[in-house]
């Protein structure tokens, strides 16, 4: 019998997802499991955690062993949980008797690096740069009129900065918890005083600020969700809208973001720019699984955050391999079932091939 475990940082992280996924498990013929890197015990290589019963539908407290398959759901932060869990799931990987669904992306800058080597890509991603020194900053404040930083680790919009040169005054823009931050600096030294501050806890990577379609002076992006089927092909899952807060220049839901449906957008457009619009971002959803798997290790899904700008040209701001479901479920709920049942059909077509091909 196939075995799969859910992996997360926190014991009761994404329990309703795990729930949701684990209805389709008996389905397969797969024994569903949800447990923590910490749950581990490395010298009987045995993990205490739950295993979900189909015939009560509940999950039950066991120990169990190692699943043949993962799917990862550890979404990692500065902490020190985040640091003791990222070798014990690095050593899962390694394992040769363990397969993950999907085995990540790495950082933005060397997901870059792969992107703009592709022809067909590499017109749809803003010029980016790797910050090692400040001055590079002031340099590049020099070139264009704005500029957005984001840690090369980021999720969630945490940490992004906007940067706007008005004459001698610098004005940074950031999100924290208190809301809508901004800062001006008339000093060079105390710009640069601020940025080494910021940068000292992370790599930071420079792109010139696209001025984004808006609403209501509410920027948008879209959010598209790809995932792999029964056969291990690449499938959209569904695609919609985010708008951010008024003002704002992130679109994440985590800072507020509203939600709507993809074919709301495009109806407010000029026909012929909708019909645009939908059949660029219909051709990155098929060329960048492909470009990035011919690099890196396998991966299950991608949720891919794509950006119109007000000349409504196109461009791919990030990429995530642990994407979020909300946007999907809010605007594309009719596609719900395939999501979840994709994740419990995949594994079962990674258990047809040979070990070798597990990883590829």
């Known amino acids: 019998m196939i075995s799969l475990g859910f992996i997360t940082i926190h014991p009761e992280q994404e329990v309703e997802y795990a729930t949701n996924l684990a209805k389709y498990a008996a389905a397969y013929n797969i024994e569903f499991y949800r447990f923590t890197p910490f749950q ?15 015939e009560i539908n509940e999950w039950q407290y066991d ?12 979404f990692y932060r500065g902490d020190s949980l985040s640091k003791k869990a990222i070798p014990i799931v690095n050593w899962l990987k390694q394992n040769p008797t363990i397969t993950f669904l999907g085995y990540g992306l790495p950082n933005k800058w060397d997901v870059y690096t792969e992107l703009i080597k592709d022809d067909d890509l590499s017109p749809y991603l803003p ?10 900053i002031t340099q590049l404040l020099r070139l264009h009129d704005a500029l957005i930083l984001k840690p090369i680790a980021g999720a969630q919009g945490k940490g992004i900065v906007k940067l706007v040169q008005r004459f001698r005054i610098i004005e940074a823009s950031f999100h924290s918890k208190k809301g809508l931050q901004t800062k ?7 710009f640069h005083a601020w940025l080494f501050n910021i940068m000292q806890n992370a790599t930071y990577l ?20 790809l995932q792999k089927d029964a056969s291990g092909d690449w499938n959209e ?71 119109i700008s007000r000349d409504y040209s196109i461009w791919l701001l990030d990429l995530n391999s642990k994407p979020g479901r909300k946007t999907i479920i809010e605007t594309t709920p009719e596609s ?11 594994c079962s077509y990674l258990a047809t091939l040979p070990s070798s091909q597990h990883k590829e």
């Open 40 to 54: 581990l015990q490395p010298v009987s290589q045995k993990i205490t955690g739950y295993k979900y019963n189909s």
């Open 63 to 74: 120990t169990f062993s190692l699943p043949m398959f993962i799917y990862d759901r550890c």
């Open 127 to 136: 010029s980016t740069t790797k910050i090692t020194a400040e001055e590079q």
């Open 184 to 190: 001006q600096f008339t000093q060079l030294a105390d």
């Open 206 to 225: 420079a792109q010139p600020f696209i001025p984004l379609l808006s609403l209501q002076y509410s920027p948008l992006d879209v959010r598209v969700l």
């Open 237 to 307: 899952i569904g695609r919609g809208v985010r708008k951010g807060k008024e003002d704002s220049f992130i679109t994440n839901i985590s800072h507020g973001a509203s939600i709507s449906p993809f074919e709301e957008l495009m109806k407010r457009l000029p026909p012929h720019k909708a019909t645009f619009i939908t059949d660029e971002i219909s051709s990155l959803c098929e060329r960048i699984p492909l470009v990035l798997e011919a690099q890196l290790p396998s991966l299950f899904e991608l949720g891919l955050d794509i950006c």
């Open 336 to 346: 719900t079932e395939k999501m979840y049942e994709n994740v419990m059909a995949y």
